[in-house]
């Protein structure tokens, strides 16, 4: 017992500054691309320090995975469709070549017709495909108290934009989170840093189809 | 025992009626003092805590997120059955709401209630119906609002969850609305009969579920509290009682209940200072017949016991004097406190409150006066032939009494405050204001005596001071501390309305419009029918300090604000309504164009960023707006008055820097109750994206009790006063005696009447300016500690009130001076020399 605990000693003692000159050596690659993290409260990490939310788990999975893509959280806490409707431009101007897009949520919780949102996310998502620009689309649901018809319809927004403007759906960004007490905070709506690994399982094969084909469409040109 | 002269105390009496009227005041008030913030404390206390009871509807209240975890809903369950507690599930969540004719829907906040809600307090309806009997299955109960926005009224139906629901009637008033309601959509009352049919309650639902218990054994809400928090789940659960829970209200009911006791005992204090200074100057007064009857034989037993059974007759006087005004006031306290105290809470001075009042009446009497009367058996009679005062032998019998007087005014403060630490500290902060007046007046007065003058007068007035026998040192400080005692209760009265009452002035916004896209702005403004004050937000984080990386995950550990979370910055170039500047004189500095060069911004910050970041004028910070990075410099930093509910930025920059930066706009305005359903309507239709939230009510309710809280302070404020002012009448008086024999031989001496009123006014000017100087010093440490320490609050200076209360300080000694000088002035000095021509 006692000489396995030494040799695991020796063992992670011998590997802490392999990792670092593996790290050290990655860093001043080139990044294959950028990506941007755009949302609410649930990209931002509300109440979570940054480096364990979503986002900057994705850069650090894909990194391990040899994908060399930047990761910017552009999170706002609050935001409302209209609000990342409003600020597409400044997410234009830093030249993303994906975008996944998660908001709604504080229009559903505002009660704000599922109409308006639909039209916010389908402008923004137009918006984005202009510039030739992948987006994959977070996919939500609102608190069932709000009643089964606001709900339902609410749902229904990101499929029907998905597949409307042929862009990657993320069926629900919050699958196997929501609803959970130890998983969320205790406001009960934002996830904690355990809430945003299964988050990131949730989200990664469908940001890896998103390079995939961002890949490709760079190539056609 | 001696037989009693009443012939000697009479004249005693009325020889020194202006001394005598003082020291009678003094204990009628602090009499009136004690009996009826005595009585009256314990009823605004009760009425204080009602209000916060009120504001819970319950004694004990337990939060959750989640349904009650079982042990304690077991818990709860016992207690409800034995009958130790009344218990009332309430569930709170937001829903969209149908009216089923139309497609128009709104987000509510339903509250479904079961019996019993709300223990404490009414919620009133616009029929004046009982709640409990109206709020049937199958009804609703619903705010105005609710009927504006759908368009419907009463009899109509609603689709909410599952259920259909007839609206039955319209709530204007719910005891228990949040201090901090903050809520997006208008109430519906729902019963809990209906919480099945709803079918609202089910996973990924987020419902507030609230325990309300009402004890009934009053003693025991803080026992079971205790009990219940043991089996509450950690993080999940939450136990309050209507006492613990922590809101502004709280903190503004224990600041004004403490600052209560607090006027309740310096008005002791004055009125006991009061009582000694009158005496010791009407026995002053009577040394010389004192020592002439000693010569003729009169024996020291003689004296004494008639000069106590005077006190005490002037005693009994001033507390009969003081029940009866207790009593005459307690008559008027309905009228003085009408819509302050509720109607239900009967205000009676209790037999307890009165004989407690007397035995401490006559303590403090007793306390006061034995020192002066105790000088008195020292007297000789060679006194009639020396000028100079003999120094009182302080045997232990002197130091005992000061001891004894310093235990009982300790024990009084504990006992008001009933809190042994605060007192004690209470009582070592006076003692050391009363130190630091003693040294300060005896080392200006040193400075003084050194100074020459050419002005005769002014020569005479410096003598004056040091004269013979004379009271100016005690005097000065007697004055000061209770002056200063004013000055302190005044200012503290500023700074708690300052941070509490005034963050309510009545034009306060009552509805913010929150989301307006900046395109929006114009059609925004054209609804709305006037121009409102825009806050554009734009979110950033703060990426370093002085290119110090910000530690974020240290940050998230602070327990109030971080320097880790996003941040709220706006764009404008002037000051809001509430701000000045505490550093720097314009938002932007002089010469922000030259930071241009080195790619630099400027940027006001707020002070209280500004503490908590450690940031002063000059640094550089790092701002990273959604990915783009900004450095900005501090050109200037701003402070607020805390108000509450008024915007506020902590981070502002040019408009040119960030008026292209993503950001959302939300404006707070003003609109009566009329006004704003209809033009929600609008706002919403036109523009769905936008949200409005309501606060009128919760204004409303807030004001209401700050409001009335205050008007009781100043109420019991002005008993200090009037003590204060008996203590500067009877001080200035004391010092009169010397100057009116001097006054005589300033007048054989040929001085005009002018030249003496001249000299005199001098001398009184030296004193109030001293006096003032003090007071304004000594109340502003004495506030300050107050302020910081025990109500943590911001504290400011008031320099214009200070200004003016000192100066209306010196007014009003000289004026009084002068009145009591005038007499002797007209009088001839032949009158003066025959009534005291043995001198």
Redesign the interface.
Known sequence: MAICLLLMLVLSGCEKPAKKSVAETTVPLETQGTIIALGNSLTAGYGVPEEKVYPALLEKKLRRDGYHYRVINAGISGETSSGTLSRIQWILAQKPDIVILETGANDGLRGISTELIKENISKTIQLLQEKDVEVVLAGMQIVQNLGARYTESFAAIYPAVAKDQKIILIPFFLKGVAGEPDLNQADTIHPTAQGYEIILQTIYPHVLQAIESSRKRSTEK | MAKLHYNFIYRQIINSRKQVAVFILCVALSLLTLVSLGGFSHSVRQSTLKDARTLHAADIIIHS??PFSTPLADVVNKYTETGMVQSALVHE??????EPSTTR???TNLKVVEKGYPFYGQVELASQRNFTEELKSGAVIVEQAVLDRLQVGIGDTLN???GAFIIKDIVVREPDRPVTFFS??PRIFISAEDLIAL?????????HYNYLLKVNDPEKIDKLADALSAKALK??ERVETYRTSQSGIKRFLDNFLFFLNLIGILTLVLAGAGIQSALTTLLRQNEITVAIMKTVGATSRFITVHFIAMVMVLGAIGTALGLVCGFILQLFFPILFAGILPANITITISWLTVVEGIILGMMIVGLFAFLPLRSLRDLKPSFIFRKESVPAKRGVLHYGAVGIIVLFFVGLVIWQLEDMLTGLYLVLALFGLIGITTAITKILLKFLRTRSTRSLALRQAFKGLFRPKNLTVPIIITLSIALAVIFSIFLIEENLNATFVQSYPPDLPNVYFL?I???QKKEFVNILGKKPQFYPVI?A?ITSINNKPIN??QE?QRKRDNL?R?FNLTYRDYLLEDERFSNGKKLFGDHWKDLDMHDEVPVSVLDTVAEIGDISMGDLIIFNV???PIKARVTSIRTRSESKVRPYFYFVFPEEILQ?????IFTAVRFSAAELGALQNKIVSRM??I?VIDISQTIKILARIIHKLSSIIQFFALFSIIAGLLITISSVFATQFARIQEAVYFKILGARASFILRAFTYENLIVAMICAGLAGLVSHIGSWIVCKWIFSIPYGFFVGETIIMMSITVVLIIAIGMASSITVLKSKPVVFLREHGQE
Request: aromatic share 6%; no cysteine; proline share 6%.
């Open positions: 997120h989640y969540l937001f829903s969209m709401v149908q829907s709104l987000l909410i969850g599952n997006f959509g079918a609202l309650i089910k996973k990924g639902s987020r419902i993080g999940q989301d896209q900046p395109d979110r984080r974020r995950a998230l880790a996003e959604q990915g783009i292209d930066a993503p950001q959302t769905p994206n949200s």
